[in-house]
T-cell receptor
């Protein structure tokens, strides 16, 4: 158990819908990262937050957005869902910024779009 | 942009034997970290081993060791005395220590089968 929690574990929804994935980082961790794992694209970085502020963006679609709240939990919002958005979404957290700090991965949320 | 390449989509090894997973990467940076992650059927991402680019000594963690060749941009993982629990997807990964963002860049993975 990494100490990072993600809810829900599984999510099944229809095309065109909107969903919210939630992540609670390890106690004391200020950085949150979101990654997407799909058959087509593999594991890719989506977005990073540090202490409530967006710090880096990867290949995140405009239909996707995220935020980190004052209590440091984060939410990833996916809208106008398409079949290709079906994937495993990971959240990771670390104490600070920089490669010296290990990123701890949550168990992931499996999203299925039908 | 940095890239990570794993050229072996699948590998098999007999239990108790040794296996080496290959990884190459491309970067123009001098400061970075390299990792091997394990993803078992549970899908949890587990850090196996980590290598700082500034360290010449190869990292080891029990039965796991790496061969880090900085000039060749090669980073292979050796698993000794393979066990059934080692069966998983293994990802080679890169993380810059020079950029504002410290995202992890993953290879496509190598699926490792352990034969009893």
């Amino acid at each position: 158990d990494s100490g990072v929690t993600q809810t829900p574990k599984h999510l099944i929804t229809a095309t065109g819908q909107r969903v919210t994935l939630r992540c609670s980082p390890r106690s004391g961790d200020l950085s949150v990262y979101w990654y997407q794992q799909s058959l087509d694209q593999g594991l890719q970085f989506l977005i990073q937050y540090y202490n409530g502020e967006e710090r880096a963006k990867g290949n995140i679609l405009e239909r996707f957005s995220a935020q980190q709240f004052p209590d440091l939990h984060s939410e990833l919002n996916l809208s106008s869902l398409e079949l290709g958005d079906s994937a495993l979404y990971f959240c990771a957290s670390s104490v600070g910024q920089g490669g010296i700090y290990e990123q701890y991965f949550g168990p992931g949320t499996r999203l299925t779009v039908t | 942009a940095q890239t990570v390449t794993q050229s072996q989509p699948e590998m098999s090894v007999q239990e108790a034997e040794t296996v080496t997973l290959s990884c190459t990467y491309d970067t123009s940076e001098s400061d970075y970290y390299l990792f091997w992650y394990k993803q078992p059927p549970s899908r949890q991402m587990i850090l196996v081993i980590r290598q700082e680019a500034y360290k010449q000594q190869n990292a080891t963690e029990n039965r796991f060791s790496v061969n880090f060749q900085k000039a060749a941009k090669s980073f292979s993982l050796k698993i000794s005395d393979s066990q059934l629990g080692d069966a998983a997807m293994y990802f080679c990964a890169y993380r810059s220590d020079m950029n504002r963002d410290d995202k992890i860049i993953f290879g496509k993975g190598t699926r490792l089968h352990i034969l009893p």
